[in-house]
């Protein structure tokens, strides 16, 4: 491609071409730092991102990092991360957009690395994933373990062998994950949630061999801390060498210097549990012995004190005789004592009685007397006559009275008919005869 001739115009395409390969062999393959932002991983597996200035200078630059590229990644990269990123300047032609083909990306520095690690440690730790109160002990006897690591890894060759030797009787469960690269953190977060869906464990071992911070960056990413600390069993995070801490290993109910302190503390050696076992043998047939020479001694004591049944029977009887002398004398005294509580009893009660029935005949002496004085017979023996008519009807007012009327008197001592011959009232207001 030449230069534009005077008074000629390019045609779009031509000019980004032209600017496309102008770009190439300017720059060629070059090498850039910043902080990434706004990182997002396409199904197809591309990677897009952007870069901004590491200085807070206002400059960005988009970056586009190809299936390919990204397989080869040993860390999860993180929003804010600074990283250096190999490649080459390009022009998206289509929308005559610049971007950077990246074929390398790796963090700047442990330093800037380090930095990061703090960050997320301090997230983590306001979430309350780290708290000690929140952490669970160990079952005393584990009888599945499981196990999340890589299958072509040292670390599950170290971990199987341990338990092996020192706890056979243990089954294994191994979860398989990728422990490094960008991939790692989907693949451990998918080995937990199996193993906290398939709840066949006891113990869970996240264990991997040692390596540089970028090695072990997966066990820093925020979702796979955050998912050993949710496990449904104890987890013991086994990750790296003694000197290699990850956030997992504080997110962990128990931490391991490696993966085979991680297998130890998850089963105790059988040889140890036997010889306790042993101890505990020999102190139950201890304590059995003792007890049975103590029933031994109690048997031989009873036996001599059946030595001879017919004087023990004989003593039985005359014990039994002299307790049924004093039950009959007790019977006898105490028949004597409600003999004469009844006496007293029937002499209270006649004497009561009598004097009740002395009451009731005075008051029916009183009563007869009154009722007598009552009698109509003593009435007309003092000289009083009851009139009444041929009907019966007593006359006892002048008013109920005729001329002429026939009448019958009874007396004391009889009868007799009479005729009315003539009526006088008594005046108004005028008193009986006495």
């Given at each position: 491609?030449?230069?534009?001739?005077?008074?000629?115009?390019?045609?779009?395409?031509?000019?980004?071409?032209?600017?496309?390969?102008?770009?190439?062999?300017?720059?060629?393959?070059?090498?850039?730092?910043?902080?990434?932002?706004?990182?997002?991983?396409?199904?197809?597996?591309?990677?897009?991102?952007?870069?901004?200035?590491?200085?807070?200078?206002?400059?960005?630059?988009?970056?586009?990092?190809?299936?390919?590229?990204?397989?080869?990644?040993?860390?999860?990269?993180?929003?804010?991360?600074?990283?250096?990123?190999?490649?080459?300047?390009?022009?998206?032609?289509?929308?005559?957009?610049?971007?950077?083909?990246?074929?390398?990306l790796a963090p700047a520095g442990a330093g800037a690395l380090y930095e990061q690690f703090l960050r997320l440690k301090a997230?983590?730790?306001r979430e309350g994933l780290f708290d000690p109160a929140v952490k669970r002990g160990l079952p005393g006897f584990a009888r599945?373990?499981?196990?999340?690591?890589?299958?072509?890894?040292?670390?599950?060759?170290?971990?199987?062998?341990?338990?092996?030797?020192?706890?056979?009787?243990?089954?294994?469960?191994?979860?398989?994950?990728?422990?490094?690269?960008?991939?790692?953190?989907?693949?451990?977060?998918?080995?937990?949630?199996?193993?906290?869906?398939?709840?066949?464990?006891?113990?869970?071992?996240?264990?991997?061999?040692?390596?540089?911070?970028?090695?072990?960056?997966?066990?820093?990413?925020?979702?796979?801390?955050?998912?050993?600390?949710?496990?449904?069993?104890?987890?013991?995070?086994?990750?790296?060498?003694?000197?290699?801490?990850?956030?997992?290993?504080?997110?962990?109910?128990?931490?391991?210097?490696?993966?085979?302190?991680?297998?130890?503390?998850?089963?105790?050696?059988?040889?140890?549990?036997?010889?306790?076992?042993?101890?505990?043998?020999?102190?139950?047939?201890?304590?059995?012995?003792?007890?049975?020479?103590?029933?031994?001694?109690?048997?031989?004591?009873?036996?001599?004190?059946?030595?001879?049944?017919?004087?023990?029977?004989?003593?039985?009887?005359?014990?039994?005789?002299?307790?049924?002398?004093?039950?009959?004398?007790?019977?006898?005294?105490?028949?004597?004592?409600?003999?004469?509580?009844?006496?007293?009893?029937?002499?209270?009660?006649?004497?009561?009685?009598?004097?009740?029935?002395?009451?009731?005949?005075?008051?029916?002496?009183?009563?007869?007397?009154?009722?007598?004085?009552?009698?109509?017979?003593?009435?007309?023996?003092?000289?009083?006559?009851?009139?009444?008519?041929?009907?019966?009807?007593?006359?006892?007012?002048?008013?109920?009275?005729?001329?002429?009327?026939?009448?019958?008197?009874?007396?004391?001592?009889?009868?007799?008919?009479?005729?009315?011959?003539?009526?006088?009232?008594?005046?108004?207001?005028?008193?009986?005869?006495?």
């Amino acid at each position: 491609m030449t230069l534009q001739q005077a008074g000629s115009a390019w045609g779009v395409a031509a000019l980004l071409a032209h600017l496309s390969d102008t770009l190439t062999r300017q720059l060629g393959v070059c090498t850039v730092e910043g902080e990434i932002a706004s990182f997002t991983r396409a199904t197809s597996g591309h990677c897009y991102f952007s870069l901004k200035d590491a200085e807070g200078a206002p400059a960005l630059l988009k970056m586009a990092l190809f299936r390919r590229a990204a397989m080869q990644l040993r860390f999860a990269p993180q929003e804010g991360q600074r990283v250096r990123v190999t490649g080459r300047l390009a022009l998206y032609e289509p929308r005559g957009e610049l971007q950077f083909i990246a074929e390398t990306l790796a963090p700047a520095g442990a330093g800037a690395l380090y930095e990061q690690f703090l960050r997320l440690k301090a997230q983590l730790e306001r979430e309350g994933l780290f708290d000690p109160a929140v952490k669970r002990g160990l079952p005393g006897f584990a009888r599945r373990i499981g196990v999340i690591t890589s299958l072509g890894g040292a670390a599950l060759h170290d971990v199987c062998t341990t338990l092996a030797r020192r706890a056979p009787h243990v089954g294994v469960i191994i979860y398989p994950s990728l422990v490094q690269g960008a991939e790692a953190p989907a693949a451990l977060c998918a080995a937990l949630e199996q193993a906290r869906q398939r709840n066949e464990v006891e113990v869970l071992l996240l264990v991997r061999g040692g390596g540089s911070m970028e090695d072990l960056w997966a066990f820093n990413d925020p979702e796979v801390v955050r998912a050993v600390a949710h496990t449904l069993v104890p987890l013991i995070s086994g990750v790296g060498h003694e000197t290699d801490v990850t956030l997992c290993d504080l997110a962990a109910d128990l931490r391991a210097a490696t993966p085979t302190a991680a297998a130890e503390l998850a089963a105790p050696a059988r040889a140890d549990r036997l010889r306790e076992l042993q101890r505990w043998q020999q102190r139950l047939s201890q304590q059995v012995g003792r007890r049975l020479d103590w029933q031994a001694q109690r048997l031989d004591r009873l036996a001599l004190r059946l030595a001879r049944p017919a004087q023990r029977l004989e003593q039985s009887q005359r014990r039994l005789d002299l307790l049924q002398a004093r039950l009959q004398s007790a019977l006898q005294r105490r028949v004597d004592q409600q003999g004469h509580g009844l006496l007293d009893l029937r002499r209270a009660l006649v004497s009561q009685l009598q004097a009740q029935l002395q009451v009731k005949v005075q008051r029916l002496a009183r009563a007869e007397a009154r009722l007598e004085a009552l009698n109509p017979q003593r009435v007309l023996e003092r000289g009083f006559a009851w009139l009444e008519d041929a009907a019966g009807q007593a006359m006892t007012s002048a008013s109920q009275l005729q001329q002429g009327q026939a009448l019958r008197a009874r007396l004391a001592d009889g009868s007799a008919d009479l005729r009315v011959e003539g009526v006088t009232p008594r005046p108004k207001g005028q008193r009986p005869h006495s």
